[in-house]
């Protein structure tokens, strides 16, 4: 499929040009222009779009650092700059080391039973950056509603299957694991003797979680008595006090298997296990945030395990790391800074005669029966359509980071910032979908089909030339934008989509003949 790009070559093209070489005529002018980025392997119209989107937010994030009078900053630009200058005091970061979580590894190294255990557990710094039980949001998909759920914690390895003996590329990386966690134990004031068995027992920790790490064919409802009951020893209802969900009554349990496992080793009272682990994933998790040597020790870790070499400077670890924790924030001021085109009302026209056609396809479709099309019909009209960005942004702006002059620290703001969106979270429980309802970045260069809520969503990342102008013509803005929307509507009609009512809800819709025929 060739997309018409505002670059390519001029309408003087023949028509005799188009028949013999339609990808040519169509994009020859921006193939001889574009240039190849240096250490790019490919160029693409995408990467296009991310270079222009990316030089406006530097703009902007460059005119916040600049600020004389930081009076005139707004609170989140006030935040964005304190996270910046943070992040690449690395002076600071190095002569304050592990200072500003010494006092949280002191209260884990002190643990010797389960009752203490479960009360570091409910320590929200320790919380919020690694546990032996994590909880989340969860999609209701046939009540439609956001639900908090129970699962296992993710494994550092990735796949359970480099935990198995007989696998010779998993040995070679759990050899670099321990290697990885002996170092941020010593680098953290463990002896060298003590660092190698707290890493074996984290290892050990691991081997259990990937054990038991096959999601249940369905997931289980339980109200907080009866997780209790099941698994008494966890005590799961203070935890959920704990860390904010007070008032949910019901948790979707997705791995019962790990949860039945872990009660039972707390029963055995295994606590130097659990209690290494607990500290090694928490040293892990803020190690990139922690001096230069904890940061180079992840990233020797990453090229050992992914084969990531990292060759980035300071300065783009901080703009990867903002964009991690501020995107929603980047996204409302690249909007309300960035010199933006608003998409005009031929886009809606546009999306509504692609609909249009999808409508007239399954009207003329002689395999399925009236009563699939009527369904199917409905559905497609509605596709609740977003287009550019959301009317409201919903960011949270309560917390306040601290710099180091003003005895903050990057990690201290990370661990804020992490525990703010958690209550953030929070209020989503029991709450229907919002088919309105951005999850991803509005400067994304792509557009996006959400089964669960029959919505569609085309970014303002994306309205930009090749792939749309205001000053294009409608039919070359189709060749561009048009496809891709089309893309995105047959989302909703594709084997996963096609299991999906028209409000989002997992229901078989389709005849029985009609469902053989469709799967044919």
């Known amino acids: 499929v060739a997309v018409v790009c505002s670059s390519c070559q001029s309408a003087k093209s023949s028509f005799s040009e188009l028949r013999e070489d339609f990808y040519g005529s169509v994009n020859g002018k921006w193939l001889k222009e574009a240039t190849l980025p240096d250490g790019a392997a490919s160029y693409t119209a995408f990467d296009e779009v991310v270079s222009k989107t990316n030089q406006k937010v530097y703009k902007i994030m460059d005119q916040i650092m600049k600020e004389p009078n930081k009076e005139r900053l ?50 929200p710094d320790i919380n919020c950056l690694t546990q032996l039980v994590s909880f989340d949001l969860f999609i209701d998909s046939k009540n439609l509603v956001n639900v908090l759920s129970c699962y296992m914690p993710q494994l550092t390895l990735g796949d359970a299957s480099f935990y198995e003996e007989e696998n010779e590329l998993g040995k070679a990386m759990q050899e670099a694991y321990t290697h990885f966690f002996v170092r941020l134990f010593t680098m953290s004031g463990t002896t060298e003797d003590e660092a190698i068995i707290k890493a074996k027992h984290v290892l050990e920790m691991e081997k259990i979680i990937a054990q038991n790490s096959n999601r249940a064919t369905r997931e289980y409802v339980y109200t907080r008595e009866e997780l209790d009951y099941l698994v008494p020893e966890l005590k799961l209802p203070e935890l959920l006090d704990h860390i904010g969900y007070q008032n949910v009554e019901k948790v979707t349990v997705i791995n019962l298997d790990y949860l039945l496992k872990l009660n039972d080793l707390y029963q055995r009272e295994d606590i130097e296990v659990f209690r290494d682990y607990i500290e090694g994933m928490f040293l892990k998790e803020a190690s990139s945030y922690l001096s230069e040597a904890f940061d180079e020790a992840y990233a020797t870790f990453n090229n050992q395990i992914y ?3 990292s060759v980035q400077t300071l300065e783009d670890k901080a703009k990867d790391c903002m964009e991690k924790y501020f995107q929603k924030e980047i996204d409302e001021l690249y909007i309300n800074k960035g010199n933006i085109q608003e998409p005009a009302d031929d886009l809606k026209l546009m999306v509504e005669d692609l609909i249009a056609i999808y409508k007239q396809r399954i009207i003329d479709a002689e395999w399925m029966s009236e009563q699939t099309k009527q369904y199917a019909i409905e559905k497609l009209e509605n596709i609740t359509i977003n287009i550019g960005y959301p009317e409201s942004w919903g960011v949270e702006n309560n917390i306040e980071l601290k710099s180091y002059e003003n005895r903050g620290s990057l990690i201290r703001n990370i661990l804020d910032i992490k525990q703010a969106k958690r209550l953030s979270q929070r209020e989503k429980i029991g709450k229907p979908l919002d088919p309105r309802q951005w999850d991803f970045s509005i400067r994304v260069p792509n557009a996006y089909y959400n089964y669960t809520t029959n919505s569609m969503f085309i970014p303002i990342g994306i309205l930009q030339e090749p792939f749309y102008s205001n000053s294009q013509s409608y039919e070359k803005n189709l060749g561009g934008i048009g496809t891709i929307i089309a893309h995105e509507i047959s989302h909703s009609f594709d084997e996963i989509g096609a299991t999906y009512d028209k409000d989002g809800r997992l229901r078989n819709w389709w005849t029985t003949e009609d469902q053989n025929k469709f799967r044919k």
């Open 74 to 123: 707004t609170k989140l630009e006030r935040n964005l700059e304190t996270f910046c200058m943070n992040f690449l005091n690395v002076d600071m970061r190095n002569q304050q080391n592990i200072e500003p979580i010494k006092e949280t590894l002191d209260e884990i190294r002190g643990v010797k039973t389960t009752k203490q255990l479960n009360k570091v557990l409910t320590n």
């Open 307 to 309: 084969g990531i070499e």
